[in-house]
């Protein structure tokens, strides 16, 4: 491995242990939280020039290729259409987007192994009105951006509209998607992808930083059965001995390895639109029906370890966001994308205020549409709060699913009106 890599994914793993060590010495870095000073870290280390970036081409080569490899990019290098450097960038994308997908297939088992079902269904009925009102909301603000914007002389804003729906209820694989059934060309897709990740990371930012204060005041207080994160068996966890912890530690990841071994087996025989979604499903259940065995259940400290991988995730994504994008920008591309995001979550904290939703139902269903299901542990940790992380991944999980039929027919419906 490249050395700027090695040094690059030792930061990434080592990260975490600095943010806890700061959390536990400093209460100021206590009362910031773990999550928010990981996007912190993250934000800058990817917007200092320390890391060699992918330039315009590159990045719009793998928009439209995603699945693009080492060796095709260095084929493009060999016809001088990039240079070393963008090599490199590409290579450090590479080992993000890796160390994305490993910290959350295997964090989200980890952090379920110790959920207790019986108490998650007395929230059901909650979180099924939650998922009826986060989907109404994204519906209905795209809508509204759509008449606002249609004399903006944005072009096939009808299809913008219907890239929004997917990735706003679905995820990044629905606008993939949605671009092939609405035709959508490749610079607006494009466009559209860079702005959504940026406003995305500012949505998060909010959520982690002011939301659940601004929520907590409008909306009631999760019910007094919430399980925080702080409160698993102390006593039991303090009295273990180094040893002990770290066949605890061993044991947590071999079980959350072998239920993502078995998820990527699964999903593998299906196509590859279905990947996403079915790993994501496989794992919760699997790791849901872990939960239900004496021993998994009791094993010490596996929901810690799956929020140090939170950590780990939270600075890689916070990193991939590059702030030089918002140079140049399409001002009403950019406002459109932003009144879908930020207007939907205004829309949903008030109809969740009308049908008396609590904060942190509110705040999990909406990341788990706009942001999809693995970043639900991450606001989970946020709010201290692992009850949540069932209902938010189950709404994820529906919204994956509806998001390509909601984003066409939407689409279709107001192309009526141009």
Known sequence: MNQSLLLLLLFYILSPTLILYLCHRFTLAEKIGPVIIAYVIGLLLGNIGLLPSMKGYLNEYLITYPKT??????????????????????????????LMSITVLLAIPLMLFSTDIQSWKKLAGKTIISLFIGLLSVLAVISIGFFLFRNSGLSDLWKISGLLVGVYTGGTPNLASLKLMLDVDANTYILTHTYDLIIGVLYLGFLLSL????????????????????????????????????????????????????SLLLASLLPDHLLMVTVILCITTLGLLASSITFIKNLPLSFDVGMYL???????????????????????????????VF???????LLSRIFKIDADTTMITSVSFICSPPFVPVIAGALGNKQ?????????????????YLGYFLAHFLKLFL
Do not use: W
């Open 69 to 98: 490899t080492a060796e095709d990019v260095q084929m493009l290098q060999e016809r001088g259409l990039v240079d070393s450097n963008e090599l490199l960038g590409f290579l450090i994308y590479q080992l993000k987007d890796n």
């Open 211 to 262: 939301g659940k204060n601004i929520f907590g005041k409008f909306l009631p207080p999760f019910p007094k059965n919430k399980t925080s994160l702080s409160a698993r068996k102390p006593d039991e966890e303090i009295q273990l001995n180094l040893s002990s912890k770290i066949i605890s530690v061993l044991k947590g990841l071999g079980l959350a390895l072998l239920i993502a071994g078995l």
């Open 310 to 340: 939170i950590l780990i995730f939270s600075v890689v994504v916070a990193s991939m966001a590059d702030i030089t994008n918002f140079t140049n920008i399409n001002p009403f591309l950019l406002a459109y994308i932003s009144l879908a």
């Open 343 to 349: 207007g939907s979550l205004a829309f949903h904290l």
């Open 388 to 404: 949540v992380i069932v209902s938010g991944i189950t709404i994820g999980i529906i919204g994956y699913a509806l998001g390509n």
